[in-house]
């Protein structure tokens, strides 16, 4: 946390009044100059191994799936050679990421169902009816490989939403909803993986100085900062 470099306008005043649409400008602004290329995370070199890598993301981190995806990939980076193994062998390989058991059978489904179709394709529709793929999966493949407008949101740009007041959704969906609105289109792609980016750089779980915070030091509601602030001090 001391690390965080200190805010834009040096303030530590919650804005109560700021809007929505100003704390975006401004929160845009400061992710663009902390992370102003964002590479993808997830290893992969076509849509099917990008669509799987991302399905055996859920519940584990990219650093964990880009160490089991290379021994995948190398028995099979596409969905004929993936419907041709045996649910077992799949789940061997992946067997050090969580939910194993369940990814593995999603995955031979999930071939099953690309070749069925005829092949990959960028379409809402085709992608979250796919096996373990859901809204947030299918966000990511046509953001990232398709380049379709999409805001891809996980608890992790969910909680930062809040944090942020930039949205009181309490679901994720409407945490989307509330982020498509503020933030133009054209940067919807860059800025999910800037605040995931942001969060796992700074964001410890919980209880901690918001003050200290280049985006909450002006950004987090005067309730937050009183309640963090309130749980750290009954920690000490
Ligand atoms: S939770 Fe808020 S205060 Fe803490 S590092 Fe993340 S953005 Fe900053």
Redesign the pocket.
């Known amino acids: 946390?001391s690390s965080?470099r200190t805010s834009l306008n040096g303030g530590t005043n919650t804005n109560a009044k700021m809007k929505r649409q100003e704390k975006a400008t401004k929160i845009s602004f400061i992710l663009n100059e902390l992370y102003p290329k964002t590479p993808i995370p997830l290893d992969h070199d076509s849509a099917y191994t990008l669509t799987v890598a991302v399905m055996l993301s859920a519940q584990t981190t990219d650093k964990k799936v880009n160490q089991v995806t290379p021994a995948l990939f190398k028995k099979a980076n596409t969905p004929e050679k993936m419907a041709k193994l045996n649910v077992r062998e799949v789940q061997s390989i992946i067997k050090e990421i969580g939910l194993a058991p369940t990814k593995a059978k999603n995955l031979k489904k999930m071939a099953k169902q690309i070749l069925n179709n005829g092949g990959m394709k960028g379409d809402w529709e085709f992608l979250e009816s796919l096996a373990g793929v859901g809204h947030k999966t299918a966000s990511v493949v046509m953001s990232q490989w398709y380049g379709h407008p999409a805001f891809p949101v996980d608890t992790h740009i969910h909680r930062?939403a809040s944090?942020?007041g930039l949205s009181n959704g309490k679901s994720v969906e409407q945490t989307e909803k509330d982020l498509k609105k503020i933030f133009p289109k054209e940067s919807w792609n860059k800025l999910h993986l800037q605040i995931i980016f942001?969060?796992r750089e700074?964001?410890?779980a919980r209880n901690?100085d918001?003050t200290?915070?280049?985006?909450?030091?002006w950004a987090?509601t005067k309730k937050r900062i009183l309640e963090e602030s309130n749980s750290s001090t009954k920690k000490k």
């Open positions: 946390m965080i930062l944090r942020w942001f969060g700074f964001c410890p901690h918001l200290t915070c280049r985006i909450c030091c987090a």
